[in-house]
């Protein structure tokens, strides 16, 4: 930020975590900021996810954006009080095909730290009993260890929190946008004046910028989500993934992923129907968040299908060795998606920026994505 006796003050539409990200940069950089959420609380996408800051399994640019945010989650929970800690990731390998994903992981592109690790490893880091039948036992697995897990329902109230309690900053919650432009913000409750504008608005980005919208072709992608009770005692471990997620994240991409896309494609077809990532997050509660299957809508139904739901929590319980899982919530999850970009980032207006994740990993990169947006702000200006 350049130094001269006017603070200037950006206002970021969008108080989830890709919003949030860009006020804690900028108050980090000495500008005054206002946060503009229309709901009185976050509760779309920063609120419906697992939790998990997967950056072992991210690749390219959204790799690199992964890396940079776990410090950044890490200064959050000293500074804000954000549950996060540093779980570690575990990929847990049932077949042949899957544990060779792993091995060509291991071997070609050694994310930091990784090690592959036995099946009976597998099964100490998951608790489970060892007297199951072989069958039924994980065959091998990879341990992550540097990513993440946090509380998605808490962490970004607390970090929307600490925002509004620092000097230079406010967060205006029940408050909707009509319009942005150049200096100014329009709202439900006045005009309120920017030296910049930052539009984090998700999946909702259309409502303010419908062409920038169109041309990036946003639309809505519809998860299906559970909260369970772990069915034994398993600590606070590892995220957990399994071999649905080695064909989602870029770091498992090659010939053995796609190997196993075919065997699931003839074996697993319920679960290719459904676009699953089977996985689950550990809470501190002792419950697991559990999903999730995926399907893009120009605008998301409502409505959960009991079925998908059914082959999800089918297939943890069989992670898990258990018989059943016990639901305690179920939810529709909702994030930005598109086939044209992983990260829309444009300047559509002068003074305004509009930065929508569109992978569905915007609690893995959004911090450090907010970073990079004021840091070029701060050169620029």
Known sequence: MTSTTHTPRIVIVGAG????????????AGYRVTVIEQDAAARLASVR???????????????????ESLPLWLSLAERAGVEARRSGTLVVARTAAEEAVLQELVDERAPEDAALVTGAEVAALL???????AAARPRAGALLPRDITAN???????????????????????????????????????????????????????RLLPELSERGEV????????????????????????GTSMLRYGAFAGPAAEALRAELRATRPELMEIDANVMLTQQ???????????????????????????????????????PRLEVLERWQGLYATSRKQDILRELPIPGVTAVSVTTGTGMTVGLALGARTIAALDSAG
């Open 17 to 28: 975590i890709v919003g949030l990200a860009h006020a804690v940069a900028a108050l980090d």
């Open 49 to 67: 996810n697992f939790g998990h800051v997967g950056a072992s399994v991210q690749a390219g640019e959204l790799g690199e954006l992964a890396r």
């Open 127 to 133: 608790h489970l009993d060892v007297a199951a039948e």
């Open 152 to 206: 998605p329902r808490t962490a970004v109230a607390r970090i929307a929190a600490w925002v509004h309690a620092h000097e230079r900053g406010e967060v205006r919650f029940s408050t909707a946008v009509r319009s942005v432009g150049t200096g100014v913000v329009d709202t439900s409750r006045g005009r309120v004046e920017a030296d910049h504008v930052v539009v984090a608005a998700g999946h909702l980005i259309g």
């Open 219 to 242: 639309r809505e992608c519809a998860l299906q989500m559970t909260r369970v009770r772990a069915p034994h005692a398993m600590g606070l471990g590892p995220a957990v993934l399994t």
């Open 284 to 322: 501190a509660d002792g419950t697991l968040l559990v999903g999730d299957s995926h399907v893009a809508h120009d605008s998301a139904p409502p409505f959960l299908d009991e079925r998908w739901s059914r082959i999800l929590l089918d297939e943890v319980a069989a992670v898990l060795g258990a």
